[in-house]
Structures are given as structure tokens and as C-alpha cells.
T-cell receptor, first 111, second 114 residues
Framework: DTAVSQTPKYLVTQMGNDKSIKCEQN?????MYWYKQDSKKFLKIMFS???????INETVPNRFSPKSPDKAHLNLHINSLELGDSAVYFC??????????FGEGSRLTVL | AQSVTQLGSHVSVSEGALVLLRCNYS??????LFWYVQYPNQGLQLLLK??????LVKGINGFEAEFKKSETSFHLTKPSAHMSDAAEYFC????????????FGTGTRLTIIP
């Protein structure tokens, strides 16, 4: 069973479109994250939720809106996609021991 | 605030040789330190972590790292490189309370020469 699963794995879309990425974890963790990895492999935290509540929002444009319907799910919706949004988006979860469990990533390409 | 600096974006070693990947950290509070590995087209996987217990930490796949407070370093080593070690390696730091964000270094790509 996949511990942290993201869908879709690949997403190709046009500028200006709206898209969503979904994430689910079956580890029973309270805290979930979205990270963005750019073409140079740099990983930057975007959001963190603890038990459905937003606890970290790292100066991300408000075109990005996370939603956590329950503590096992954290979805990411992106409005008005721009070329610079092309990246790999990783979902992760933790039991607050510091160790993160990552999904396999969702590669977003904006044309 | 915390940060990590990984020296060397690319490291190449021969198969069987020592692997040394360097990481220096900056933290205003006692840190937790981590090394993660990322294989192509995959997510990150934890190699090992330091959480204020033993300063020499052993991880998976024969890797280990030593926390040196005086040098603010947490270098990753492996005595003998294997072809399967080729990957991207990330050092990361967080505070030692719960829910603290993990800040990653810029990564080091390890290439193994046959």
C-alpha cells in the first residue's frame, strides 16, 4: 500500500487554466505539506496543515489554494496557471518527529 | 530561522571509493538534521536523522553522518560507493519542536563512476 499517494503523476496544461492535485496519506499522520521542486531540484515548502488547519503559508501567490477536507487529505488547487508554475509538486506527511514521508510527486508542465 | 548549505552540487566518486557529501547548517535553536535521497522520478526517502541523541547516526544503505556542533556540520559518508547510490542527496534542518518546517539544502547529485 502506498503511504502517501498523489494524483495525477503528470499534468500538462495551458497557461491560464485551473488545475488540482490531490494527496492522500494512510499513515495516520496529523501534519501534511506541499513542497515545490523546481527544475534545479530546489525544494521549497509551500503549505503545511495540521489536523485540517493551515499552520504554514510560505509567501505563495494566492492563485494557489490548499484544502484539507480531513487530516488524511491535502489537495492543491492552482488558478490561472503561469509558465513559472511548471515544477514537480510533492506532498508529504509527518507524525511531528521531523521525518517527512513523501509522495512520488506530480509533475506539472504549463505550456 | 534555519538553513543548510550543501557544498558541491555535483560529486563523482569511483565505485568502491569513499562517499563524502558535505552539509553545514545554521540554526538559532537546537536543530534536528536529516539526509534524504531522491532517485530519478521519485519522491524523497529518509536516509538518516539526528535528533539530539547520539552524534554519529547510522542510516540505511550503509550511510552514516556525524553531527559536529563546533563545526555546524552534518556530513554524510559511506565507506564504499555502489552504483545504486547514484542519486540526488538533500540535507535538511528543522527545529526540535513538533510541527516545525523542514528546510532543505540545494541538493548534491552523486555520480558513481564504474
Amino acid at each position: 500500500d502506498t503511504a502517501v499517494s498523489q494524483t495525477p503523476k503528470y499534468l500538462v496544461t495551458q497557461m491560464g487554466n485551473d488545475k488540482s492535485i490531490k494527496c492522500e496519506q494512510n499513515l495516520g499522520h496529523d501534519t501534511m505539506y506541499w513542497y515545490k521542486q523546481d527544475s534545479k531540484k530546489f525544494l521549497k515548502i509551500m503549505f503545511s496543515y495540521n489536523n485540517k488547519e493551515l499552520i504554514i503559508n510560505e509567501t505563495v501567490p494566492n492563485r494557489f489554494s490548499p484544502k484539507s477536507p480531513d487530516k488524511a487529505h491535502l489537495n492543491l488547487h492552482i488558478n490561472s496557471l503561469e509558465l513559472g508554475d511548471s515544477a514537480v509538486y510533492f506532498c508529504a506527511s509527518t507524525l511531528n518527529t521531523g521525518e517527512l514521508f513523501f509522495g512520488e510527486g506530480s509533475r506539472l508542465t504549463v505550456l | 530561522a534555519q538553513s543548510v548549505t550543501q557544498l558541491g552540487s555535483h560529486v563523482s566518486v569511483s565505485e568502491g571509493a569513499l562517499v563524502l557529501l558535505r552539509c553545514n547548517y545554521s540554526s538559532s535553536v537546537p536543530p534536528y538534521l536529516f539526509w534524504y535521497v531522491q532517485y530519478p522520478n521519485q519522491g524523497l526517502q529518509l536516509l538518516l536523522k539526528y535528533t539530539s541523541a547520539a552524534t554519529l547516526v547510522k542510516g540505511i544503505n550503509g550511510f552514516e553522518a556525524e553531527f559536529k556542533k563546533s563545526e555546524t556540520s552534518f556530513h554524510l559518508t559511506k565507506p564504499s560507493a555502489h552504483m545504486s547510490d547514484a542519486a540526488e542527496y538533500f540535507c535538511a534542518v528543522s527545529g526540535s519542536r513538533g510541527n516545525e518546517k523542514l528546510t532543505f539544502g540545494t541538493g548534491t547529485r552523486l555520480t558513481i563512476i564504474p
